[in-house]
């Protein structure tokens, strides 16, 4: 899960809780309902992504689906779709289905063959290996779907923005402003933003399944992409014949859903993580005083530094300020190494060393960059199915009870309930989009017993929901799959039936299984900023 929009506070709230162009063919203007008729609907395109000898067999196509599912005369949109096919496969078992990157509004980079092969190696264990299809797509709105949601005005003027020194609150206005712009442009092209969401998502899914000739699939559903996977088994369970759920969000956690614990108790991990470790090569003292002070001074006296962007020999500066130093260092916690590192960045920078924050700098300045996130796809969905049923009085009087300090100041400078929701025109889904799913489809939840931004507790809490299940955690962060080569072959296992203790867990001595208990959500500490490491 991700969002850039709004900076700091928001980015903290949400991160712990291209044009549109005309199809250039079209799809069938009525609906009948044959398997012709929807397999009519996936047009085979050239691939994105270059192949080579050793390349599996694989087809792509763009699957065109009406924007509005309940009125099959509204205008075609359409999702780009990749199929890889095993040797000799006669589709004689399930093929498994990728939802995407999650997001909402993250790309595949279907477009990016390094990136293909990388997806390949991760998933062919679970897929071609069992001689299984696997499927994978981006999102409507997301990627290289028609449209694409993204926001380009903002993507044009941050990057100026980061040659100067802006504060929270201007940032915050001129990205108002920039988005304001883009939604009036998406309008006046005929965009319909109410139809970019989970459900939207889930319907064009069973219209792919139906594209493709399959009665049931396995679903992997990542970050975000997991609700997708869940909204699914709620409208069509008989689709389904297992989920993999990695780093697992839910469709009934609001922002409201322990608000302090999950906006404060990343930043405590990152300060109380080396005192409780062994594996930081340093570790300062007064290490939190010392980071918001350096917030402080960097908001002062900005540094200009050369942006070491992706190792190219250029003379691009941006401007290092606190409020980029500190989103550098929250977008690194989608990975491990910001816990062990965060000392070492510390105390470079106090002494004006950059060398130790770029990475994180240029991974944040990229992802503000990134032209292929759906960054509007990710508002439609927030103001559909999240915004409607968030309790903001309970998250002002959560902000309220907070002593004073700096990251109170940060979390009250921008209201929580501000957002564009009017502007776009969202209709709020109806109030199924806010209750858990529950369903007896056998899932695999893979959780990062280091994550942050769709904690393990979480899973813990609701895996009841799911009533045949297995969750196993591993020590990593978010994107599990992504992160750990045992997480495959754990899922590999599961997808082909064999859910033993010693196939689930025996890759990696530190792997967990978790039994299945019904617990009650934890109460949330009274001195959050003090607790314990993750």
Not at 109 to 115: A, G, P, Q, W
Not at 213 to 220: A, E, H, R, T
């Amino acid at each position: 899960m991700a969002v850039k929009y709004l900076n700091i506070p928001v980015l903290l709230f949400f991160l712990l809780h291209g044009q549109y162009a005309p199809a250039q063919s079209s799809p069938p203007s009525s609906i009948d309902g044959s398997p012709e008729f929807f397999s009519s609907l996936l047009s085979p395109v050239p691939c994105w992504f270059n192949k080579d000898e050793v390349w599996p067999n694989s087809g792509c196509y763009r699957m065109y689906v009406p924007e509005d599912h309940s009125d099959p005369q509204s205008q075609p949109i359409s999702f780009p779709v990749a199929i890889f096919r095993p040797e000799g496969n006669s589709r004689k078992v399930a093929p498994v289905l990728h939802l995407g990157a999650g997001g909402p509004g993250s790309a595949m980079y279907l477009d990016d063959t390094e990136s293909m092969k990388y997806f390949l190696d991760i998933h062919r264990g679970m897929s071609l290996d069992q001689s299984r299809e696997l499927i994978v797509m981006d999102p409507r709105g997301a990627g290289l779907a028609d449209p694409l949601l993204n926001c380009s005005v903002y993507t044009d003027n941050e990057f100026f923005r980061w040659q100067r020194n802006t504060s929270i609150l201007d940032d915050y206005e001129e990205s108002k402003d920039d988005y304001r712009e883009c939604i009036r442009q998406f309008k006046s092209q005929g965009i319909n933003f109410s139809h970019y969401n989970s459900l939207a998502v889930a319907q064009d899914v069973e219209m792919l399944r139906k594209a493709v000739g399959v009665n049931q699939w396995n679903l992997i559903g990542v970050s975000y992409g997991s609700i997708y996977a869940q909204i699914i088994a709620r409208e069509y369970p008989q689709s389904i014949k297992t989920m993999v759920l990695d780093s697992a969000a839910f469709p009934q956690l609001k922002g409201h859903y322990r608000y302090l614990e999950k906006t404060l108790g990343p930043l405590n991990s990152l300060f109380t993580y080396c005192s409780a470790s062994e594996d930081c090569d340093v570790d300062i003292d007064n290490l939190q005083p010392r980071f918001w002070k350096l917030f402080n001074q960097l908001n002062d006296q900005p540094l200009n530094v050369k942006l070491d962007f992706m190792g190219e020999d250029s003379d691009f500066k941006v401007v290092l300020n606190g409020t980029r130093f500190m989103s550098s260092i929250v977008q690194g916690l989608y990975g491990t190494q910001v816990f062990r590192e965060l000392p070492v960045i510390i105390r470079d920078l106090e002494h004006q060393d950059t060398s130790s924050i770029m990475p994180y700098l240029v991974d944040y300045f990229v992802f503000e960059l990134d032209e292929t996130y759906g960054d509007l796809s990710f508002s439609s969905h927030y103001c559909y199915e999240t915004r409607p049923f968030t309790d903001f009085e309970q998250i002002k009087k959560d902000l309220a009870s907070l002593p004073d300090s700096q990251i109170k100041s940060l979390l009250t400078m921008i209201p929580v309930d501000e957002d564009l929701c009017e502007e776009m025109n969202v209709i709020a889904g109806d109030p199924i989009e806010a209750e858990p799913v529950k369903t007896s489809i056998p899932t695999l939840f893979l959780q990062g017993e280091y994550d942050t931004i769709t904690p393990l507790e979480d899973v813990l809490d609701f895996q009841s929901n799911f009533s045949n299940s297995y969750v196993v955690s591993f020590q990593v962060s978010h994107d599990v799959l992504g992160s750990s080569a045992c997480s495959s072959q754990v899922a590999a296992k599961f997808i082909s039936g064999d859910v033993r203790p010693t196939s689930l867990t025996g890759c990696d001595p530190e792997a967990r299984l978790h039994e299945m208990v019904n617990r009650k959500a934890p109460a949330v500490p009274g001195d959050l900023l003090n607790s314990g490491a993750p």
